[in-house]
């Protein structure tokens, strides 16, 4: 399969982190507007030099350095919106966790409104994508920090009718006991919103099935799952069981070495067992990398057929956290429409023909 081909493959992100997606370019113009910050960012910023966990952690320091005012924080949503627009993704859930800086004044109501705004102002564009967003619980904050960010949630969920919709809870997996959240989260649902939980980023059975219990609507990474790797076939049991998706980003894990190699990432483990599986980017910025990249790195580590991708892609749309409606309308489209395509002289063109796809994202309506 070509790289047209994939670029060309009609695509779903549901695992982006806005400030970890943020491509050179925009760094290189943000970090132009900073004088205290680091000119030599471009090294930290390359493929490989993020290379272990503590690594990225670092690597959003530097990040959050530059996106401390409302301005940035539009910017970098807006950019990020129309990078991934470029790669034809045609939906896309971001995460982000609302942040004040006090050094600016941006409150956390005044990020999460800017980050809106980018939104809402790229959807009255012409550009072919659904936006919607997660708030992030950074799990090395309190208690307290969490359920603020899930007020902040509910309550623009009721303002936006529906753009943000769900809460994510990620940060560093060594600190703190995720299971110390789940009145959080069980608020959360309370309110309507759903569960993308990062988890068995790091091996940690016990915490895992605690929050295995909730059960989350998406797990992120679950890397440590398996007992080979430090989970436990109790936890592997439950998550078949309950057919949790698993959100899977291969370069993430491979350059923040908590996978040793892509022959040996999980995918595969979960994939064969015909598991829900979705491809994602994780920080396109940070590690390089694009979803069309993430798709051609599976397909050729695992030796995907095409038509093997172009159902991956299509079976994300099950596991996306917007309202019925706008899933009713995508699986109603696919029954009845086949996928067009735009140049009929290219290789990726021939190649995307030979499999049924729906243009089933046409509207940015839902």
């Given amino acids: ?84 627009a470029a790669d034809n993704v045609k939906y896309l859930e971001l995460r982000t966790t609302p942040r004040a800086e006090p050094g600016t004044g941006m409150t956390k109501t005044a990020y999460v409104e800017a980050v809106i705004q980018a939104i809402q102002d790229c959807a009255l564009e012409d550009i072919d994508i659904i936006v919607r967003l997660i708030l992030a619980i950074d799990r090395r904050h309190s208690v307290s920090v969490a359920m603020e960010t899930v007020n902040l949630a509910a309550e623009y969920r009721k303002k936006t009718e529906g753009l943000v919709v769900g809460v994510d809870f990620s940060g560093d997996p060594s600190v703190g006991d995720g299971s110390d959240f789940i009145p959080v989260f069980e608020e959360a649902r309370r309110h309507g919103l759903k569960l993308a939980l990062h988890l068995a980023e790091v091996p940690a059975p016990d915490e895992t099935w605690k929050l295995l219990q909730l059960p989350p609507d998406r797990i992120g990474h679950g890397t440590c799952l398996q007992p080979e790797v430090g989970g436990t076939q ?41 598991h ?38 299509l079976d994300s749309i099950d596991h996306l956290f917007s309202d019925d409606e706008v899933k009713r309308k995508l699986r109603h489209k696919e029954r009845k429409l086949t996928r067009s395509t735009g140049n009929p002289d290219s290789r990726a063109d021939s190649e995307v023909r030979s499999v049924r796809w729906p243009h089933i994202f046409a509207e940015n309506g839902s």
């Avoid at 090294?43 to 690594?55: F, H």
């Avoid at 949503?77 to 129309?82: A, R, S």
């Avoid at 990432?265 to 067992?273: C, E, K, M, S």
């Fill in 1 to 84: 399969m070509s790289e047209k081909f994939f670029k060309k493959l009609p695509k779903v992100e549901l695992h982006a982190h806005i400030n970890g997606s943020i491509s050179e370019d925009t760094m290189a113009t943000l970090v132009a507007r900073k004088q205290a910050v680091d000119q030599d960012w471009r090294l930290m910023y390359r493929k490989g030099e993020s290379d272990t966990l503590e690594g990225v952690f670092k690597m959003f320091k530097l990040i959050h350095q530059i996106t401390d005012n409302t301005d940035a924080v539009y910017k970098v949503t807006y950019d990020v919106i129309h990078e991934f």
């Fill in 234 to 274: 109790q936890l592997v049991d439950f998550v078949t069981a309950k057919r949790i998706p698993l959100e899977l980003c291969l370069t993430s894990n491979i350059v923040g070495r908590t996978v040793p190699d892509y022959d040996n990432h999980h995918f595969l483990f979960w994939y064969d067992r015909r």
């Fill in 276 to 313: 829900p599986c979705i491809v994602c980017t994780d920080d396109k910025g940070v590690f390089s990398t694009t979803l069309s990249n993430e798709y051609s790195v599976a397909a050729d580590t695992f030796n995907l057929s095409r038509d093997q991708v172009w159902q991956l892609s």
